[in-house]
């Protein structure tokens, strides 16, 4: 019996029953497209939950903890294997104010190299880096908390901030101890090149103030000369390493550890994501598995129904030689025909629900939320990869062959003799 016969053994049988073979591709598109959507909120989730961790942090960057920053011989680093650059940011311990013509406010001074803050990309909204001892980048808010001391004073009314632009502008920088009323009266001039980029978040202010690090030979004579306490240090920072690379992060990660430092990096939390949201989508398609064996039943019906009705057919096909593999397939054919076409069906349906809950929840959630913006909320409900359409269809046409075994294993077993003997 040749295959084209063979398609046409089943074609018959589906086009003779077409409301039951209906149903029955219809229950199958339900359990697979019920898998489908549900794991996809996981993998929604999931995409979701990295994008957050990774928007504006750099996926190479690995912190350095230690007792103390000088114990880190950051030199050395610069020279590891896999690493691009190593940025030493120190920040200032005491009390500081600066002050723009007749604008003061509290910032704090971040003494960082701006050679490796260029390799990792330090984000400028506007002007340059430094070039000098003088020269400073101020974050994006330093002018909304530089206040006019004339309204600065005054409790009735609102305290008028610097509206100007910053760029070239100079201002003087006074430091000061915490204990004492008064801060130290020498002065450092510092001009304004270049503004931060604005943080990613809405909530995030950016006050500080960028210089390089040779202004530690202005800042901490003044410092010495009003401290005597040789235990009392003006500066305090951290050390962040960048690998060249997301692939070399957990590579020089652990060579850090090896060598005795306390690191963190987003790499370790992402893996520890990825495991959780592993299992979590492991869950959400063994839950789906769940309503695909529940629409196999209905495939073994059908399926058993057929091999009844067609009890006489296949008795005159054993009775023309046909083997017992022969008809076992025919009906598996058929089986597999009606899980291929429910799992075609499913994908589509599924891509639809996918498309339509991203772009209704939002809307629905942030009315429920009372949010004024609807565009605040970066949530993605639900993505579906293709390996999850490969492994939903996997599940969905083995599960209908499955279905269909057992019945056709019944057709190889029916005797020719009563076969025949059946009325049509």
Do not use: C
């Not at 101890?177 to 950016?206: N, Q, R």
């Not at 054993?318 to 598996?332: D, E, M, N, T, V």
């Not at 499913?346 to 629900?353: D, L, R, T, W």
């Amino acid at each position: 019996m040749q295959f084209k016969d063979q398609l046409n053994f089943v074609g018959q049988h589906i086009k003779k029953n077409k409301l039951r073979v209906f149903m029955t591709i219809l229950a199958a598109t339900m359990g697979t497209a019920f898998l489908i959507v549900l794991a996809s909120v996981g993998f929604g989730v999931h995409d979701t939950m990295r994008n957050e961790i990774l928007d504006n942090r750099l996926v190479n960057q690995i912190e350095i903890y230690g007792d103390g920053t000088e114990e880190i011989n950051v030199e050395a680093l610069k020279k590891r294997e896999h690493v691009k650059a190593v940025v030493y940011r120190q920040s200032v311990g005491v009390r500081q104010e600066s002050k723009l013509d007749d604008f003061s406010g509290s910032h704090e001074l971040i003494i960082t190299d701006f050679s490796e803050e260029e390799k990792v990309g330090f984000a400028l909204q506007e002007g340059r880096l430094p070039q000098n001892e003088h020269e400073v980048v101020v974050g994006s808010h330093f002018a909304d908390n530089l206040y006019e001391q004339s309204t600065k004073e005054t409790d009735d009314e609102e305290p008028n901030t610097y509206k100007g632009s910053l760029i070239g502008k100079q201002f003087t920088y006074k430091m000061g101890l915490y204990d004492e009323p008064e801060l130290f009266p020498e002065e450092t001039p510092l001009t304004i090149v270049g503004i931060a980029k604005e943080p990613a978040k809405d909530w995030e202010i950016d006050l500080k103030i960028y210089a390089d690090a040779v202004i530690i030979n202005t800042l901490e004579p003044i410092f010495r000369t009003h401290v005597e306490d040789e235990y009392s240090g003006l500066f305090y920072g951290n050390v962040t390493v960048y690998a060249d690379n997301l692939e070399n992060v957990t590579r020089v990660s652990q060579t850090l550890k090896d060598d005795g430092y306390a690191v963190y990096s987003i790499a370790d939390q992402l893996e520890q994501i990825d495991v959780f949201f592993l299992a979590f989508k492991a869950g959400l398609v063994f839950v789906g598995t769940i309503a695909i064996l529940i629409a196999s039943i209905g495939i073994f019906n059908t399926m058993t129904m057929a091999v009844t009705e067609r009890t006489r057919e296949i008795g005159v096909m054993k009775a023309l030689g046909a083997s017992p593999k022969l008809i076992q397939r025919l009906f598996l054919m058929e089986s597999a025909w009606i899980g291929i076409v429910g799992t075609i069906i499913a994908v589509a349906i599924s891509y639809g629900v996918s498309f339509i809950a991203n772009m209704l929840l939002p809307i629905i959630v942030t009315a429920a939320l009372g949010e004024e913006e609807i565009g605040e909320l970066n949530v993605t409900f639900s993505i579906i990869p293709w390996q999850l359409v490969l492994i939903a269809s996997a599940i969905s046409i083995t599960v209908a062959m499955l279905s269909g075994w057992r019945p056709a294993r019944k057709a190889t077993k029916i005797d020719v003799i009563q076969a025949l003997r059946q009325e049509l």
